[in-house]
């Protein structure tokens, strides 16, 4: 079911941004959460994700994803996650990329 519909204002207040995968490690304690430094254009930034059933990290950095780049900082796990990839649900999380490259950092309108 869709969620509520929000203004184009609101839309426009998420900041949407290419970034690179520049390292992803299991955090020790937990089989989902994996910590993922990333370029999304302005310094390297920390984000949290519930991915580690599924990607294994070895394989992440390079990769390119999609990103909310003005999420409000969360603690997870004792660690700060600055950011939120995106990923569709398809009995677990599938990333979501650029169809080719592009810059980190690029925004996505």
Known sequence: MMKERISFDDFKKLDLRAARILTADRIEGSDKLVRIEI?????????IA?????????????????????????????????????????????LLAPDRDVPAGAEIK
Do not use: F
């Open 39 to 47: 370029d999304a254009g302005e310094g390297t930034q920390t984000i």
């Open 50 to 94: 519930g991915i580690g059933k599924t990607h294994d990290p070895a394989l992440l950095p390079g990769r390119e994803i999609i990103v909310v780049a003005n999420l409000e900082p969360r603690i997870l796990m004792g660690i700060e996650s600055n950011g939120m990839l995106l990923a569709a649900d398809d009995d677990g999380p599938v």
